[in-house]
């Protein structure tokens, strides 16, 4: 596949470029070529991929769908050549789960799904499972000092666990990473060879998902344990009246393993159907340097519809795709001109990214251009908002600049030279920090090329206030001069990378947290 592309940039150019002599582009042709990245163009586009039409264009729907064909369409209309193999889209499968007969019987006793407890359901795998008996795990959390399953082997075993964790513990790691949020207790468990979890959880009568949930992971190397978030009735008919005592003695302190005597049912079924996504790729070929890519990515997707609310994703990540149509733009008017790029550049608007990075996951597994051949990821997400929590006297002068501290020793200079230069932004590296709260540098599709070894800057305005994941997040609400300069600031960034003499040092290893 990859040889295919070499041979495509050797014999498909289009005829309006391809015999055209390589020139040398001045300051003032990548002025005029960078000006072309307008505030009203950018707007144009955005008042499209983030409207209604596009119904909050989640993975694997219709409205995911059709901002692909957008994209796609652009990318044709400037000339580029597709991406992968002859396409201009790479699909992926998608899974969607839909939960059928499902029920939690304690000693005769029998619960309804949704009313008395969730099961998670892209976990889970149809089983019918009888215990006679639990073991109660206290929070279920295993973090330094702490071990709530001391003294017990759960191997093969019912498992039974508190929510949250007692006041004064302070866990290791911070968000989804945390030893004491529902997914490190679920891993935790799985380590310690748990056949099943129930974990007491609020919230207590549900309303049913009114649509089926979405997983990529059909086929695993190791299964987890069927997993339930479980009310308080149906703890109590487990433990009885120790339950009160046990979760009033578990607000302050670590609680003993121990085995309770209940017998237990749980039944889950579930049907998983086959659907698909995908990644729009469009490349620009390089002259000399023609063994060699450039990556600008940014993730076209976000949250979808919830009933008739529309989730638009305007900043997130509206702003950094109709960036990506801008600058693939700015780059095919340089092309045209015999001025284009020494190596090639991939445009690529990634999906699933909302879901858990899928769409870069998934590239990065079955890349489409040699990653060893890479130079750079340049990364777009969310670059049209200012972060209300900065408190900054050039609010509409900033971008955050992620990750040019990692890999290359060549980023920073580039980046801030190129910067000083053409720009003159100021660049934030708030969330370079290692103990950044955020974990900014791992959740968005720069990391799964960082991770393969790819030299990445991520471009972020820190807008997680206050329509961050909200049907608040409107093209109205974009700063469009200043979602222009942004774009152009990586324009410019990505012109100095695809035409430098040498490719990026890989010469930091990568910190794999």
């Known amino acids: 596949m990859l040889r295919l592309i070499s041979l495509a940039v050797l014999l498909t150019c289009s005829v309006t470029v391809s015999a055209q002599k390589k020139k040398t582009a001045t300051v003032a042709d990548l002025k005029k070529y960078a000006a072309?990245?307008?505030?009203?163009?950018?707007?144009r586009h955005l008042y499209i991929v983030a409207g209604a039409e596009m119904e909050g264009r989640e993975t694997a729907t219709e409205g995911q769908k059709k901002a692909a064909a957008y994209i796609e369409n652009h990318f044709k209309s400037l000339g580029l050549l597709p991406g992968n193999n002859g396409s201009f889209q790479q699909l992926y499968p998608v899974y969607k789960d839909e939960i059928g007969n499902a029920s939690i019987s304690v000693n005769g006793k029998t619960f309804t799904v949704h009313n008395d407890f969730s099961p998670l359901a892209n976990w889970n795998n149809t089983a019918t499972q009888y215990f006679s008996e639990a073991v109660f795990v206290g929070h279920g959390i295993v973090d330094k000092e702490l071990n709530d399953y001391a003294g017990q082997n759960v191997t093969g075993k019912l498992v039974f666990m508190l929510d949250g964790a007692p006041s004064g513990y302070k866990p290791s790691a911070g968000g989804f990473r945390s030893p004491s949020s529902w997914y490190g207790k679920l891993q935790t468990a799985k380590s310690k060879?748990?056949?099943?979890?129930v974990m007491v959880a609020n919230g207590f009568p549900r309303k049913a998902p009114t649509e089926p949930t979405m997983h990529v992971d059909l086929y695993k190397a190791e299964l987890y344990p069927n997993s339930y978030f479980i009310s308080e009735q149906v703890a109590i008919a487990m433990l009885g009246d120790a339950f009160a005592q046990l979760k009033e003695a578990g607000k302050s302190k670590s609680l003993p393993a121990q085995i309770i005597k209940s017998n237990v049912k749980l039944?889950?079924?579930?049907?998983?159907?086959?659907?698909?996504?995908?990644?729009?790729l469009g490349y620009i070929p390089g002259s000399d340097k023609s063994d060699e890519w450039l990556i600008i990515t940014a993730h076209y997707d976000h949250l979808g519809k919830r009933g008739d609310v529309i989730y638009y994703g305007a900043d997130d990540d509206g702003s950094g795709t109709v960036g990506i149509l801008e600058i693939a733009e700015a780059f095919a008017k340089a092309k045209a001109d015999g001025k284009g790029p020494?190596?090639?550049?991939?445009?690529?608007?990634?999906?699933?990214?909302?879901?858990?990075?899928?769409?870069?996951?998934?590239?990065?597994?079955?890349?489409?251009?040699?990653?060893d051949?890479?130079?750079?990821?340049?990364?777009?997400?969310?670059?049209?908002?200012?972060?209300?929590?900065?408190?900054?006297?050039?609010?509409?002068?900033y971008i955050y600049v992620v990750g040019d501290d990692k890999l290359s020793s060549d980023?920073?200079?580039?980046?801030?030279?190129?910067?000083?230069?053409?720009?003159?932004?100021?660049?934030?590296?708030?969330?370079?920090?290692?103990k950044d709260p955020n974990r900014i540098y791992y959740r968005s599709d720069h990391y799964n090329f960082a991770s393969k070894g790819v030299p990445i800057i991520f471009y972020y305005d820190g807008m997680l206030q206050p329509d961050y994941h909200k049907p608040t997040d409107t093209p109205d609400k974009i700063y469009y001069p200043l979602l222009s300069?942004?774009?152009?600031?990586?324009?410019?960034?990505?012109?100095e990378m695809a035409n430098r003499d040498a490719s990026l040092k890989r010469d930091i290893p990568l910190n794999q947290e």
């Not at 072309?36 to 707007?43: N, V, Y």
């Not at 060879?193 to 979890?197: E, I, K, S, T």
């Not at 942004?486 to 960034?493: G, I, K, M």
């Open 411 to 434: 980023l920073k200079p580039i980046s801030e030279g190129v910067n000083n230069k053409y720009i003159k932004m100021t660049l934030d590296y708030k969330f370079n920090d290692p």
């Open 267 to 280: 039944v889950f079924e579930k049907k998983t159907t086959e659907v698909s996504s995908s990644n729009v």
């Open 193 to 197: 060879g748990a056949a099943a979890v």
């Open 485 to 495: 300069k942004r774009a152009q600031l990586v324009f410019y960034t990505a012109w």
């Open 373 to 397: 051949k890479t130079t750079a990821d340049l990364n777009i997400d969310m670059i049209g908002r200012v972060d209300t929590e900065r408190k900054s006297a050039d609010t509409l002068n």
């Open 36 to 43: 072309s990245i307008t505030p009203e163009d950018l707007s």
């Open 342 to 371: 020494r190596r090639n550049i991939l445009f690529m608007t990634v999906s699933g990214e909302e879901k858990g990075l899928w769409g870069s996951e998934y590239f990065s597994d079955h890349p489409t251009v040699p990653l």
